[in-house]
T-cell receptor
Framework: AQSVTQPDIHITVSEGASLELRCNYS??????LFWYVQSPGQGLQLLLK??????LVQGIKGFEAEFKRSQSSFNLRKPSVHWSDAAEYFC????????????FGTGTQLKVEL | DVKVTQSSRYLVKRTGEKVFLECVQD?????MFWYRQDPGLGLRLIYF???????EKGDIPEGYSVSREKKERFSLILESASTNQTSMYLC???????????FGSGTRLTVV
């Protein structure tokens, strides 16, 4: 079964600074990988996804993520953070052909200092 | 855009009550899911369904059941609500797998 780890529970960055949120997965082959964002009191919104092809994927709101097979990682990045990016971020992994279930990490809470 | 609608944003129920959480999606997705979200635990899968009248247990099905009589509707049932079921409940739908999930806005359930 697949699993995913988000090592950072909380991260604080200054507005305008760069951001990297870490995600490590465990799966025997190349999985489907996703990043979601959750604003307070809301459901989760898909930021970006990877399932094949170019290992650097672009998403909404200026986010990108890079799939690194050798490190079993799928880290989320943004060059310049805006105050509105403050939210909780979840990484998720799915097994291709193994049904549609996704396994989610425990989330990283991002705080943006003005 | 796909919309997933959860009927209630906030619910307060008493211990022992039977509770129904409703979820409707409007894009003919075959797959639907119920998760609960708790601080520090992330999202945990309760039940999912790949088709009408079909259901499968997720990681934490105890104390819950589901119903899918129509393709667009997936209901989560708490047979006898307990205080440890106080949580945020999230419904999602998907198809195909590589597109990921579309989530509803969530139902915050408090059992007193």
């Amino acid at each position: 079964a697949q699993s995913v780890t988000q090592p950072d529970i909380h991260i604080t960055v200054s507005e305008g600074a760069s951001l990297e949120l870490r995600c490590n997965y465990s799966y025997g082959a190349t999985p489907y990988l996703f990043w979601y964002v959750q604003s307070p009191g809301q459901g989760l919104q898909l930021l970006l996804k990877y399932f094949s092809g170019d290992t650097l994927v672009q998403g909404i709101k200026g986010f990108e993520a890079e799939f690194k097979r050798s490190q079993s990682s799928f880290n989320l990045r943004k060059p310049s953070v805006h105050w509105s990016d403050a939210a909780e971020y979840f990484c998720a992994v799915g097994a291709p052909g193994g049904g549609n279930k996704l396994t989610f990490g425990t989330g990283t809470q991002l705080k943006v200092e003005l | 855009d796909v919309k997933v609608t959860q009927s209630s944003r906030y619910l307060v129920k008493r211990t022992g009550e039977k509770v129904f959480l409703e979820c409707v999606q409007d894009m003919d997705h075959e797959n639907m899911f119920w998760y609960r979200q708790d601080p520090g635990l992330g999202l945990r899968l309760i039940y999912f369904s790949y088709d009408v009248k079909m259901k499968e247990k997720g990681d934490i099905p105890e104390g819950y059941s589901v119903s899918r009589e129509k393709k667009e509707r997936f209901s989560l049932i708490l047979e006898s609500a307990s205080t440890n079921q106080t949580s945020m409940y999230l419904c999602a739908s998907s198809f195909p797998q590589e597109e990921g999930y579309t989530f509803g806005s969530g139902t915050r359930l408090t059992v007193v």
